[in-house]
């Protein structure tokens, strides 16, 4: 059944069994995880970072920006998690999934870029010695 809320709840590790209707947020490990809002039952992760997702918490509610598209599962659902509401987005289509699909990779290619050579950590620390 598709749903029109979650709840959020906060944890160091993912439990095994994950129930409809929960967000679980690991700022440990930077993840979040929930049960497909449509009710296919297929686990969503979404990583937290700056090229993935960023989730906010106004001591109350939860939201993740930008929004799930859940386009690898039969389902295709998309929706936006904002302050604990999901908010339905209408079904894309195949090309326009494609076109998401690359900006996203665009997005992750200039985050972890500088002057078009990779920019982590590692890079950094292995050019000063």
């Given at each position: 059944?598709?749903?029109?809320?979650?709840?959020?709840?906060?944890?160091?590790?993912?439990?095994?069994?994950?129930?409809?209707?929960?967000?679980?947020?690991?700022?440990?490990?930077?993840?979040?995880?929930?049960?497909?809002?449509?009710?296919?039952?297929?686990?969503?992760?979404?990583?937290?970072?700056?090229?993935?997702?960023?989730?906010?918490?106004?001591g109350r509610t939860v939201s993740l920006f930008?929004?799930?598209?859940?386009?690898?599962?039969?389902?295709?659902?998309?929706y936006w998690i904002r302050n604990n509401r999901?908010?339905?987005?209408?079904?894309?289509?195949?090309?326009?999934?494609?076109?998401?699909?690359?900006?996203?990779?665009?997005?992750?290619?200039?985050?972890?870029?500088?002057?078009?050579?990779?920019?982590?950590?590692?890079?950094r620390i292995k050019k000063r010695f």
């Open positions: 059944m598709k749903q029109h809320t979650i709840q959020h709840e906060f944890v160091e590790f993912m439990p095994e069994r994950l129930e409809e209707g929960t967000l679980y947020v690991s700022v440990h490990y930077a993840t979040a995880v929930h049960k497909c809002c449509c009710g296919c039952g297929n686990d969503v992760f979404t990583p937290l970072s700056p090229a993935d997702w960023k989730l906010t918490f106004d930008p929004s799930i598209g859940n386009w690898s599962f039969a389902c295709q659902s998309h999901i908010e339905w987005a209408r079904r894309w289509s195949q090309d326009e999934i494609e076109a998401g699909r690359a900006k996203d990779a665009r997005r992750r290619q200039k985050q972890y870029t500088r002057n078009g050579k990779p920019d982590t950590l590692w890079h």
